[in-house]
């Protein structure tokens, strides 16, 4: 069991906007980073977002972060096919001196 | 372009040893954090250990303290893991990955190596 929290899955249809939580506590994302991945089927993670909200050059806008107390939030927006993928959050535990990864969450773009 | 390439993985019997390495092109090696990731058959990412640029500081999961052992050289350019008594739980494919652990940001992953741990 994660101690962060996704919802094991979402969808949407295509062209929709779409959002996935990531609950935590105080000792991990109220007070460190929050940054999400996107791992494609068979494919090695690769980082959307870090650092709360910023985006790695070559990750469209279309995907976005933000974060609230001990929660963050992943958006994506004008959905695609191609976004059908797990997505997991992470964030450094300063309690634990550990890296936290959320359980993961499967989109599917009906 | 920045390159990892993880190696070393296998079929091991369960108490059984292996050796991971990762060879790193592309960046200054020595000036970045690396980290081990694990993902079991079905399963989520499970963070394994850290080590800083000069390996002053280390980190594992509990699951894996003391029987792991992460290091790095930096005149190879070379990542490694050092896994001992090996169980099945440890079976996983093993990504090496570029960035700060405590920022939780990895920029860069290799592809990975599949290890497991079976008789």
């Known amino acids: 069991q994660s101690v962060l929290t996704q919802p094991p899955s979402v969808s949407a249809t295509p062209g929709q906007k779409v959002t996935i939580s990531c609950s935590g506590s105080?000792?991990?994302?109220?007070?460190?980073?929050v940054s999400w991945y996107q791992q494609l089927p068979g494919t090695a993670p690769k980082l959307l977002i870090y650092?709360?909200?910023k985006r790695p050059s070559g990750i469209p806008g279309r995907f976005s972060g933000s974060k609230s107390g001990t929660s963050a939030t992943l958006g994506i927006t004008g959905l695609q096919t191609g976004d059908e993928a797990d997505y997991y959050c992470?964030?450094?535990?300063?309690?634990?001196?550990?890296?936290?990864f959320g359980g993961g969450t499967k989109l599917t773009v009906l | 372009e920045v390159q990892l390439v993880e190696s070393g993985g296998g079929l091991v019997e369960p108490g059984g040893s292996l050796r991971l390495s990762c060879a790193a092109s592309?960046?200054?090696?020595?000036?970045?954090?690396m980290n081990w990731v694990r993902q079991a058959p079905g399963k989520g990412l499970k963070w394994v250990s850290s080590?800083?640029?000069?390996?002053?500081?280390?980190y594992y999961a509990d699951s894996v303290k003391g029987r792991f052992t992460i290091s790095r050289d930096n005149a190879k350019n070379s990542l490694f893991l050092q896994m001992n008594n090996l169980r099945a739980e440890d079976t996983a494919v093993y990504y090496c990955?570029?960035?700060?652990?405590?920022?939780?940001?990895?920029?860069?992953w290799g592809p990975g190596t599949l290890v497991t741990v079976s008789s």
């Open positions: 990955a570029r960035g700060i652990p405590a920022a939780g940001d990895f920029h860069s």
């Open positions: 592309g960046f200054t090696f020595s000036s970045y954090p």
């Open positions: 080590i800083t640029s000069s390996s002053s500081l280390i």
């Open positions: 105080s000792s991990n994302i109220g007070n460190n980073f």
């Open positions: 650092d709360d909200n």
């Open positions: 992470v964030s450094w535990d300063s309690s634990l001196s550990a890296v936290l």
